[in-house]
């Protein structure tokens, strides 16, 4: 049995994939149980924190607004106490995207050329589609 981190052997062309039915009772099984479970928790928290921290940026926008003259500012410091961590707030005006197919079109094969492998290898675990 391999390890977690262990490669599989690469073959020359790709095999179709191997399907693994967990029998009833066995650790995989169970596994799965408790990682469904989990995952349904997580995503119910998440949710939770994602609505908190949304009603807490207003809230902190609108006492900072309040205190800087009526003005929104750009960066509002949310103090912390022994109950909880402090929180910055700063505004950021968006985010830019690199346009990979117009670049390709003026300059083909160039970003080819500058690729470089960013991770080692690894196994990828995420639910079926």
Known sequence: MGTPYSQPAQPAAKPPPVFVTPEPGTPLEQLMTML???EAELAEVKERVTDLQEKA???GIHLATAANGGTVPGRIVIAGSAAWTG???TWHGGD???NRVQ???D???L???YMTDRKKAYWEF???Q
């Open 96 to 98: 830019r995207k690199f």
């Open 107 to 109: 300059h083909p094969g």
């Open 87 to 89: 929180r910055n707030l």
């Open 57 to 59: 940026e207003a809230w």
């Open 36 to 38: 469904e479970a989990a």
């Open 103 to 105: 670049f390709d079109t």
């Open 111 to 113: 970003y080819e050329r």
């Open 126 to 128: 995420r639910k079926q």
